[in-house]
């Protein structure tokens, strides 16, 4: 199978913008002020994970093919999806590695550092629709997404594909779309053209890029993405944990003297943000405003007024608590493949002196 050219991938994502972790596979983050200038990300500046190289798929002769424990199997193309009603859903999508480069020991892996993470607009067609067109067996027990692209890894013979499954008990309030849009726009080549799955609320691994099959199965799957990685002792990685991120002022950076207004962004896949909190140094915790739309499966941003008059260094804390009850760690909850990294956001800044200081 064909796949994009590396180099001009790579070259247009340094153009865009974005943090390049790996040229070969192509994996980038967003950088943390783009994160925050909006409620979407440009999908030119949407943070990509990549296995193995992208394929460079043509619609015209793509199928999406639906088999295994269904009543009828289905075969379609790009035209008959468009044709079922739309859907359309704002999305934060987190890769579950984003983090990994906060972990001590470190955990093997793409050291992310907290931009492995990006929301979006995305439009197609929901999972249910097309499976309710299938019609699932009652023996079935798994959902199989099988995308186009695939590689080689350590352990195993041949090619590997990249498929990850969800239970069939857990489809009708998953709430999973497939995606052929992105933002308004054809979805990208780096993003899963023509198809793709979008799972709300769910780390990204189970949202399988470049889809090509949906096959329903009556036994736990087993394959290398579900199996051998993105799982914590066994257990494969499901919903986001809740998490929050400063994205302005920039860590590094020196602000003047005064009033200066702290933003972030947080989310959670068990349920939507209740509240956000901010710690400066060593004073007791504020509670920030929670800006704009409260939105189910899609981050939160936030914003908090706080005078710094100090000049000096000074530490910033941000951590978020979900409506479920849940409030992130002071530290990362170590595990060996380096996953689900939650911990309180800190950021590091000078407030500047002042001439008469």
Same mark, same amino acid.
């Given at each position: 199978?064909?796949t994009?050219?590396?180099? %001009?991938?790579? +070259?247009?994502?340094?153009e865009a913008?974005?943090?390049?972790?790996?040229?070969?596979?192509?994996?980038?983050?967003s950088?943390?002020?783009? =994160?925050?200038?909006? =409620?979407?990300?440009?999908?030119?500046?949407?943070?990509?994970?990549?296995?193995?190289?992208?394929?460079?798929?043509?619609?015209?002769?793509?199928?999406?093919?639906?088999?295994?424990?269904?009543?009828? &199997?289905?075969?379609?193309?790009?035209?008959?999806?468009?044709?079922?009603?739309?859907?359309? $859903?704002?999305?934060? =999508?987190e890769?579950?590695?984003n983090?990994?480069?906060?972990? #001590?020991?470190?955990?093997?892996?793409?050291?992310?550092?907290?931009?492995?993470?990006?929301?979006?607009?995305?439009?197609?067609?929901?999972?249910? *629709?097309?499976?309710? !067109?299938?019609?699932?067996?009652?023996?079935?027990? %798994?959902?199989?997404?099988?995308?186009?692209?695939?590689?080689h890894?350590?352990?195993?013979?041949? !090619?590997?594909?990249? *498929?990850?499954s969800?239970?069939?008990?857990?489809? &009708?309030?998953?709430?999973?779309?497939?995606?052929?849009?992105?933002?308004?726009? *054809?979805?990208?080549?780096?993003?899963?053209?023509?198809?793709?799955?979008?799972?709300?609320?769910?780390?990204?691994?189970?949202?399988?890029?470049?889809?090509?099959?949906?096959?329903?199965?009556?036994?736990?799957?087993?394959?290398?993405?579900?199996?051998?990685r993105?799982?914590?002792?066994?257990?494969?990685?499901? /919903? #986001?944990?809740?998490?929050? /991120?400063?994205?302005?002022?920039?860590?590094?950076?020196?602000?003047?003297?005064?009033?200066?207004?702290?933003?972030?962004?947080?989310?959670?896949?068990? $349920?939507?943000?209740? &509240?956000? *909190?901010?710690?400066?140094?060593?004073?007791?915790?504020?509670?920030?405003t929670?800006?704009?739309?409260?939105?189910?499966?899609?981050?939160?941003?936030?914003?908090?007024s706080?005078?710094?008059?100090r000049?000096?260094?000074i530490?910033? &804390?941000?951590?978020?608590?979900?409506?479920?009850? #849940?409030? #992130?760690?002071? +530290?990362p +909850?170590?595990?060996? /493949?380096?996953?689900?990294?939650?911990?309180?956001?800190?950021?590091?800044?000078?407030? $500047? !002196?002042?001439s008469?200081?």
């Open positions: 199978m064909q994009l050219d590396q180099n %001009e991938a790579h +070259q247009a994502a340094l913008g974005l943090l390049v972790r790996r040229a070969d596979p192509l994996n980038c983050e950088p943390l002020p783009a =994160l925050g200038a909006g =409620l979407l990300v440009p999908n030119a500046l949407f943070y990509v994970r990549n296995h193995f190289g992208m394929p460079d798929l043509d619609a015209d002769s793509w199928r999406l093919a639906v088999g295994g424990l269904v009543g009828r &199997r289905l075969s379609l193309d790009l035209d008959r999806l468009r044709a079922m009603p739309p859907t359309t $859903a704002v999305v934060t =999508l890769c579950a590695g983090g990994r480069g906060g972990f #001590q020991p470190p955990a093997p892996g793409e050291q992310w550092g907290l931009g492995a993470v990006s929301t979006a607009e995305w439009t197609g067609v929901p999972l249910t *629709e097309v499976l309710d !067109r299938a019609g699932v067996q009652p023996a079935a027990q %798994e959902v199989v997404f099988r995308g186009a692209d695939s590689g890894v350590d352990g195993h013979h041949g !090619r590997v594909r990249f *498929e990850r969800l239970p069939v008990r857990q489809l &009708r309030q998953a709430g999973a779309l497939l995606a052929y849009a992105m933002n308004g726009e *054809e979805l990208p080549p780096h993003h899963g053209y023509p198809l793709r799955l979008v799972v709300p609320g769910w780390y990204a691994v189970a949202s399988v890029k470049w889809l090509t099959e949906i096959q329903l199965t009556g036994r736990p799957f087993r394959g290398h993405f579900q199996a051998d993105y799982h914590i002792s066994g257990k494969p990685l499901s /919903l #986001q944990l809740v998490r929050s /991120l400063i994205t302005d002022p920039v860590p590094g950076g020196t602000v003047e003297p005064g009033d200066t207004m702290i933003r972030g962004l947080a989310w959670s896949g068990a $349920a939507p943000i209740a &509240r956000v *909190e901010v710690r400066i140094d060593d004073a007791p915790w504020r509670p920030t929670l800006a704009g739309e409260h939105r189910r499966h899609s981050w939160q941003p936030w914003e908090l706080a005078r710094l008059a000049p000096g260094n530490t910033i &804390r941000a951590r978020a608590t979900d409506l479920a009850g #849940q409030t #992130q760690p002071d +530290q +909850q170590w595990n060996p /493949l380096g996953y689900a990294n939650n911990a309180i956001h800190k950021v590091r800044l000078a407030v $500047a !002196r002042t008469g200081n």
